[in-house]
């Protein structure tokens, strides 16, 4: 074990920002002091971890202790927080990362006007804090602490927007992270201190579990492995993350594509590598030949498989990056769970790839959302040309996802492949199946990220065709997004013939309603319509009661819903009051929801709660709680916002998108900052400092009779 020197730094490095949530608070009558301290406790974190960088990959580990803390029956138990070199890829990634967020947050939550930006960046500074902790941590205790803070401080980021769907996502994601992975953690480090005797993480694994029962090693394997993998949202326990979308552009492409997540497979990391060492993980074994490294490779291989096939059906994008990452995720676990250098190298060289990939992934969504309001991938036909930096940006990243040479996810998959076919050579033929898995995750990365960049790119707003892998019938169906200058979409009278007469009378009574609401500012309830304003050559298609009153009829079973619906304009839309990227119809809550949007919409907004128009609430009544997820085309929220404008998307040329007309450059900027990390992690790994600090990792924690390159 090589010999700590104490320092201060580590301890530095996660109460910068904990002071600076202090600074945040008190300057919450002053955005630009408040964004101020943001900007200075980043950059002031990541002069602490690089600071450190040249000695430790010169070998050298720094330490600061507390004091022993937990007495008991082996070696005492200290609060201690280490700089070793697996702790500084993480702690090195977070932080300079956190430079690029912090620009990013405040372009994004002042572009939309959100509410209670003083709580998100101080809880966003609690959060880096926390990473700081596990990323440094000195032992499993120590790791659960911070781990344990990170869930708590990200709560306010997850339930930022307050809506019924916030609170459940954040309740929900407490309840898996929390109180299921953090229990399964600390159940497995009390296991492992009545084993060893130890907690403390050592580099290739602490010798006295080698000796200790196979059966209870085991055990404390998967707790601490499962109770990780929780965050790192390995399947079944992986349904907080998609619910968690409903957070922040930032906090998604953070929180939850490098720190939170993250923090999962860095734990896990820690448990392969320093708890148990790679060597004692293959050589656990189950029946029918399995390891306990196997086990944990096939549960990733399961999970990246499933969760890009559930990523194919998703038309909210933030969705699908959502299921994205927990496909890719699963790369890494799939990875430490490849007895071998190349494997081992590959899995943790994804965790800076992925970072910079799928960040720059979600800083694109959260920029088309401030600057279009649009969510969903059917709307974004055309949207290439009003946005061509930031959908060009997207493209490289999901071309990196997909393991395209020459960008960073290349590289990481290329390691894993050579060191799966090793294994599978050297070890164990059913370690070849894991590298079918990897080549055909990367088919189905090229799968769900291929229409995105074709509907933005190739497609017209007035011809575009609804796919049949996202939430559509299968075959598509071509149609216009573009609005209308009445307020309608083009093509709404046109006759077609695939729909039924029953839902061509809907449609006729929709346009009654708005062309009644448009005439009659006094009566803008959708609630019925007087027969007196309506044709007498169209009331033998109108839907009519038992009384033969005509009643509009907003039945979701009968309405294609891969349109938006018809507005009655009560000039108080909900983006125009509290934008949001939750502008999704799933959750519980809904409904009631629905009802409220549908009273005083004066009342609303002294509330602080969107206003929106009568139709959506009597459309919403019927089908708001669908589930969003299970129900394809149906459940398209007919109070969608997004799309074109009236005659499509406005043309920015390259100079003009360059010059700050596409979007600010306080989100354009950290896009494209992102974007060139990536590129420049795939072309020189090496000069970038992760892969020889992986290299180091590697190398000292595996047998010296293990080949390497």
């Not at 320093?274 to 390891?291: A, I, K, W, Y």
């Amino acid at each position: 074990m090589i010999e700590a020197t104490p320092d201060i730094r580590p301890l530095l490095a996660v109460l910068v920002s904990f002071v600076a949530a202090f600074f945040i608070v008190a300057s919450h009558r002053s955005p630009n002091v408040r964004e101020g301290w943001t900007l200075v406790a980043s950059l002031a974190k990541f002069g602490v971890v690089a600071s450190m960088l040249p000695a430790v990959l010169d070998g050298a580990v720094f330490e600061w202790s507390a004091g022993a803390f937990l007495p008991g029956v082996g070696a005492p138990i200290e609060f201690a927080l280490r700089a070793d070199a697996l702790g500084m890829l993480f702690a090195f990634l977070a932080s300079g990362l956190w430079i690029v967020t912090s620009f990013y947050s405040i372009g994004y939550m002042r572009g939309l006007d959100e509410p209670n930006q003083t709580r998100y960046f101080a809880a966003f500074a609690v959060s880096l804090a926390a990473t700081m902790g596990i990323a440094f941590a000195g032992n499993l205790v120590t790791i659960f602490v911070f781990y344990e803070i990170l869930s708590i401080a990200t709560y306010p980021l997850v339930a930022h927007d307050e809506t019924a769907e916030a609170r459940s996502a954040g309740r929900k994601y407490l309840a898996y992270t929390m109180f299921g992975g953090g229990v399964l953690v600390l159940a497995g480090t009390a296991l492992v201190y009545l084993l060893a005797g130890s907690v403390d993480f050592t580099a290739g694994g602490i010798a006295e579990l080698a000796n200790a029962d196979p059966g209870l090693a085991m055990l404390a394997f998967f707790l601490l492995a499962i109770g990780f993998g929780v965050k790192a949202g390995i399947m079944p326990l992986h349904q907080w993350l998609p619910e968690a979308m409903v957070a922040p552009t930032p906090v998604s492409g953070l929180l939850h594509a490098v720190a939170v997540v993250k923090s999962g497979a860095f734990g896990v990391s820690r448990v392969v590598l320093d708890v148990f060492g790679p060597e004692l993980v293959f050589d656990l074994s189950l029946p029918l030949g399995f390891s306990a490294g196997l086990v944990l490779s096939t549960v990733g291989a399961i999970t990246l498989t499933a969760a890009s096939l559930i990523a194919l059906r998703k038309d909210h994008l933030k969705r699908r990056l959502a299921y994205s990452t927990i496909s890719q995720l699963s790369y890494i676990i799939l990875g430490l769970g490849l007895f071998g250098w190349y494997g081992l190298v590959g899995a943790l060289l994804h965790i800076p790839a992925h970072a910079f990939m799928k960040l720059t992934l979600f800083f694109c969504a959260g920029n088309i959302h401030v600057s279009t309001h649009t969510d969903y991938i059917s709307q974004m036909a055309g949207i290439g040309k009003r946005m061509p930096l930031t959908m060009g940006a997207f493209t490289v990243a999901s071309l990196g996802m997909a393991g395209i040479p020459l960008l960073a996810g290349f590289v990481s998959k290329y390691y894993m492949l050579i060191g799966g076919v090793q294994m599978g050579m050297e070890l164990t033929p059913i370690a070849y199946y894991l590298v079918g898995a990897l080549l055909l995750s990367g088919v189905l990365n090229v799968a769900y990220f291929w229409p995105v960049i074709y509907t933005a790119f190739f497609e017209a707003e007035d011809a575009h065709d609804a796919k049949p892998l996202v939430d559509f019938p299968l075959g598509g169906e071509s149609r216009s997004i573009v609005a209308a200058t009445d307020g309608g979409r083009a093509g709404d009278d046109a006759d077609d013939s695939d729909d039924d007469d029953e839902g061509e009378s809907a449609d006729t009574v929709d346009d009654i309603v708005a062309d009644a609401g448009d005439a009659d500012d006094s009566s803008s309830d959708a609630d019925g319509v007087d027969e007196s304003e309506i044709p007498d050559a169209d009331l033998d298609d109108l839907p009519t009661d038992e009384e033969g009153v005509v009643r509009p009829d907003f039945a979701a079973s009968e309405r294609d819903f891969s349109e938006p619906a018809e507005r009655v304009d009560t000039g108080d839309y909900a983006v125009d009051k509290r934008p949001s990227d939750a502008d999704v119809p799933f959750g519980p809550g809904r409904a009631d929801a629905a009802d409220e949007r549908a009273g005083d919409a004066a009342e609303a907004h002294d509330d602080g709660e969107p206003a929106a128009d009568a139709h959506d609430a009597h459309a919403g009544d019927d089908h708001a709680v669908a589930d969003h997820d299970d129900h394809g085309a149906d459940d398209h929220d007919d109070g969608h916002h997004g799309g074109p404008p009236a005659g499509g998307w406005e043309h920015v040329a390259g100079l003009d998108a360059l010059r700050g007309r596409e979007s600010t450059w306080f989100t354009l900027g950290p896009i494209l900052t992102s974007m060139t990390l990536a590129v420049l992690l795939g072309v020189i790994p090496y000069e970038m400092g992760f892969l020889e600090l992986i290299e180091l990792i590697v190398d000292t924690r595996l047998p010296e009779e293990v080949m390497r390159p």
